[in-house]
Each structure stands twice: as structure tokens, then as C-alpha cells.
């Protein structure tokens, strides 16, 4: 988000050397196309509120040029753009989390993930501005007070003209830094995929903090039913879980990564259950969409038979026959899931069953 003020820093730099106007609207026509590319170009959608602000402050400056009786000052223009920039920023850090919240809430906004991203990134962008920036003021104000306002030329070009592009230059490095400290020390981090109502993942968010977030974002989820002669393994949920703790359910569940392919999750789901189990290939069954208060979820149903039940002796549950799980539905004893996708595996395990008599 901090490169957004590169159109600024080039404004800045190209008016020490070039005229004022000039230099303004060669950083607002940079800005404005910047601006355009980012929001056509970006895969994900993740808007540059940063750039999106410069641009529209150059271009202010730009039509301010064609007023006669505006005149912007040659010697201190660096810092007049600065302290232009941060205003708007100040304001919008103050009312942060209204900012955050507009997209955060909007449950009707097709590509809500990528604008949560994008303010949150704005935030801790213009957090770092606003420190150098006040630092920036510190030091104007101590050299003022000790001078009595009688800088010397050299003071005033460091200070009006050196400081306020090195300002912006400042906080793209150290963001910069921050990002790739960030990114060292999650590499080991689990993302989950967000995803639209299609199933197209638009995100992602810290597996840690899913539950947080409730039904905010759409997680995929690929479930897996052993069945095993007629009969369901299940499994009481661990502690561990994030709904429906203690509940029965399948063992076979896993969200989907970030950048994971669903025969990937499948496959590796299955490596964890049965790493020893090489000829087991679980089969496509239903694809659907639950969501509730606590949850929003697109989920991937697979079969799979199990013919050998040595397999299952490892795993933590017991197999259960249609009738003993039929005794127990709508009591709150099984996961939402799993009373949701009853009836579709009753009538398969029918259908085998009849078929196999035959």
C-alpha cells in the first residue's frame, strides 16, 4: 500500500528541478494511471486506498494551477504537499474502524475481503507516516525555535525541500521491511481460502482466526464419510475443533488451503487418516453451501469405501448403522453437517445395498 506515494515523491523531487506546475500534474497523470492500472490490473482487487488519495490531492493541486489568484509557494512547496497528503491520512486513522467497518459489514459487496484487506493495509501504512512525519514537524519546530525562524539556506533546504520526499521514501523502506519481517515469520502460517458463492477464492484468512469471523467469509470445506458394509464411521469431535465441539461427525474434515487445489486437500487428508492406505480413492458425492450464525461454508462431500476395517482401527470413533444414527437425529447429537448430508447417504448406502443383494 505505501508504494501509493510515489506519485508524491516524484512530484517532490521534479519541483526542485522544473516548475511547480509542471511538476504537479506529471505526478498526477502518473498518479491517476497508477490508480487506473491498480484497480484493472490487480488480480485479487485489492484496492490502493493510498494511491487512490494521492492521486486525487495532486489533482486537486492541478486544478488549484489554473486559479490566478493561487499562488503556491516555490520555497516551501515539499513540505506544503507533505502535510496536504497527511491530513486526509490523519483524519482517516482517526475514524479507522468506521473505515474498516463500511467494508467490513457490507455483507452485500461481491469482493468485501479485498476491500477489508486493502483498509486494514491502508492503516498500518499510514501509521507509519504519521510517525515520520510527526518526527518531521519535531525537528522543524527544535530548529526554528533555536534559529528564532532565521534559517539559513542550507537549513531550509533540508528541511523543507531533502526532508518531505525523504518522509514518504521512509515509510515505503519501512513497510517494506515490516512486510518481508512479516512474511519470514509467517511462512509457516496456514492460510485458508475465502471464497465466493461459485467457489472462486477471492482471499484468505488465518486458519487461527477463522472462527472469528463467523459467517463474514465463505471457507471452503472438504468432508469425507467412510462407509464401511452399510454402516458410517464417525467420530466425536476434539476439543481442538472450531464448531460444534463434542458433537459426532466424520474424522475425515479439512479446510481448504490457501493456493490448494480440492484433490489436493483431498489427498492430503487422506495421507493423514490412512498413510498407509495407497489404493483408497474416495468418490465426489455433493457439493453445497451451509450457512448460519456461527458459519459460512462451501462444502465438499466425498464417499469412500472402506473394505478392509483394520484401517479404521486407528482412528478414534465407531462404525454406526443407519438405524442407531436415525435415533439420534435432531437431538443435537450430530454435527449440522453431517444431519444435513443423512438422508443423501441413507439412499446410497440403499441403493448399494440393494445392488449387492441382487
Not at 47 to 72: C, D, R, W
Not at 220 to 230: A, C, T, Y
Not at 339 to 350: A, F, T, V
Request: hydrophobic fraction near 45%.
Amino acid at each position: 500500500m505505501s508504494l501509493g506515494f510515489m506519485p508524491v515523491i516524484l512530484s517532490c523531487i521534479l519541483s526542485e528541478f522544473i516548475p511547480i506546475n509542471l511538476a504537479i500534474y506529471i505526478g498526477t497523470g502518473i498518479g491517476l494511471l497508477a490508480s487506473v492500472l491498480s484497480h484493472y490490473h490487480t488480480k485479487l482487487q485489492i484496492p490502493n486506498f493510498i494511491l487512490y488519495i494521492s492521486a486525487s490531492i495532486l489533482a486537486i493541486y492541478s486544478v488549484l494551477t489554473f486559479i490566478p489568484s493561487i499562488h503556491l509557494p516555490a520555497e516551501r512547496f515539499s513540505f506544503l504537499l507533505e502535510v496536504s497528503i497527511v491530513i486526509p491520512f490523519l483524519i482517516l486513522y482517526i475514524f479507522r474502524n468506521k473505515f474498516i467497518g463500511v467494508y467490513q459489514y457490507n455483507m452485500a459487496q461481491k469482493n468485501r475481503c479485498s476491500l477489508v484487506q486493502g483498509a486494514e493495509s491502508t492503516i498500518i501504512a499510514i501509521r507509519v507516516l504519521l510517525i515520520f512525519t510527526t518526527l518531521h514537524i519535531i525537528i522543524i519546530a527544535i530548529a526554528e525555535l533555536i534559529t528564532w525562524g532565521q534559517l539559513g539556506e542550507t537549513g531550509i533546504l533540508v528541511l523543507y525541500h531533502v526532508l518531505p520526499p525523504l518522509v514518504f521514501v521512509g515509510s515505503i523502506l519501512f513497510n517494506q521491511y515490516g512486510l518481508n519481517y512479516f512474511n519470514r515469520m509467517m511462512s509457516h502460517t496456514r492460510y485458508i481460502a475465502v471464497v465466493d458463492a461459485k467457489g472462486n477464492v477471492i482471499g484468505k484468512v488465518l486458519k487461527v482466526d477463522a472462527y472469528q469471523y463467523k459467517n463474514l467469509y465463505t471457507n471452503v470445506v472438504i468432508r469425507i464419510i467412510p462407509i464401511s458394509n452399510g454402516m458410517i464411521f464417525l467420530s466425536e469431535r476434539g476439543p481442538r475443533a472450531i464448531l460444534e465441539k463434542g458433537k459426532v461427525d466424520t474424522p475425515l474434515e479439512t479446510f481448504l488451503n490457501f493456493k490448494e487445489s480440492i484433490q489436493e486437500a483431498v489427498n492430503r487428508l487422506m495421507t493423514t487418516k490412512f498413510p498407509s492406505a495407497n489404493n483408497l480413492e474416495p468418490t465426489f458425492a455433493l457439493k453445497y453451501s451451509i450457512k448460519n450464525q456461527e458459519t459460512s461454508r462451501l462444502v465438499y462431500l466425498f464417499l469412500i469405501d472402506i473394505t478392509d476395517d483394520s484401517l479404521l482401527y486407528d482412528c478414534t470413533g465407531k462404525l454406526w448403522t443407519l438405524p442407531q444414527i436415525e435415533q439420534n437425529l435432531n437431538m443435537n447429537y450430530f454435527s449440522t453437517c453431517l444431519e444435513n448430508e443423512y438422508e443423501l447417504l441413507k439412499d446410497i448406502i440403499d441403493t448399494r445395498e440393494k445392488y449387492r443383494g441382487s
